[in-house]
């Protein structure tokens, strides 16, 4: 069964960081794109940001570049956001998703892990 | 960015009724629009992709149609799970954006 499993998120100082895991399986990790999406407490969805299968281009939504950053260990089929400089508007539950190749479209998404931006 | 709107924003139905989401996008995005479904407290599920392609699993009481920058998303006969939140997403350019999502909920 293909999944993906989200970890890290918590309760941070603004200003502060926070790095996300997400473990996949049941897939070959490698061959997929990988995305973080957000979703603010009662709000929408948010892309945040992607990576290519092998992990030579990454991609940003202009409200979290510079201060996030994506990456993968394809040894390890593990995806990662390092969250720095942490704002209040990032508090948010952060899903990661394995894109369809060539669909642009996010199946499946994992249960979501909550970061709160809060003194 | 390429901005979504769904209409309506919320909507009442019952069960057995059908039931049409529209997406509009502010400029063309081919055919680069899925749908997911979201209930409270999990993660969004893709019903439908590239416009009007079924993922596989899903009820055949899904459909979706449309290109350019109108779309549309249809429920044909609504069942007692199928009361959720809706999102359309493009995906023709970065980044990836999704309409506002729309609230059905039981009448």
Redo the contacts between chains.
């Keep these: 069964e293909v999944q993906v499993l989200e970890s890290g998120g918590g309760l941070v100082q603004p200003g502060g960081s926070l790095r996300l895991s997400c473990a996949a399986s049941g897939f070959t990790f490698n061959d997929y794109a990988m995305?973080w999406v957000r979703q603010a407490p009662g709000e929408?969805?948010?892309?945040v940001s992607?990576i290519t299968g092998r992990g030579h281009k990454t991609?940003?939504?202009?409200s979290v570049k510079g201060r996030f950053t994506i990456s993968r260990d394809n040894s390890k089929n593990t995806l990662y956001l390092q969250m720095n400089s942490l704002r209040a508007d990032d508090t948010a539950v952060y899903?990661c998703a394995k894109e369809?190749t060539a669909?642009?479209?996010?199946?499946?998404?994992?249960?979501?892990t909550p970061v709160t931006v809060s003194s | 960015d390429i901005q979504m709107t769904q209409s309506p924003s919320s909507l009442s139905a019952s069960v057995g009724d059908r039931v049409t989401i529209t997406c509009q996008a502010s400029r063309d995005i081919r055919n680069y629009l899925n749908w997911y479904q979201q209930k409270p407290g999990k993660p969004p599920k893709l019903l439908i992709y590239d416009a009007s392609n079924l993922r596989t699993g899903v009820p055949s009481r899904f459909s979706g149609s449309g290109s350019g920058t109108d779309f549309t998303f249809t429920i044909s006969t609504l069942q007692p799970e199928d009361f959720a939140t809706y999102y359309c997403q493009q995906y023709d350019n970065l980044p990836y954006t999704f309409g506002q999502g729309t609230r059905l909920d039981i009448k």
């Design positions: 995305n929408g969805l948010e892309w992607g991609y940003y939504a202009d899903y369809l669909v642009g479209a996010f199946d499946p998404w994992g249960q979501g």
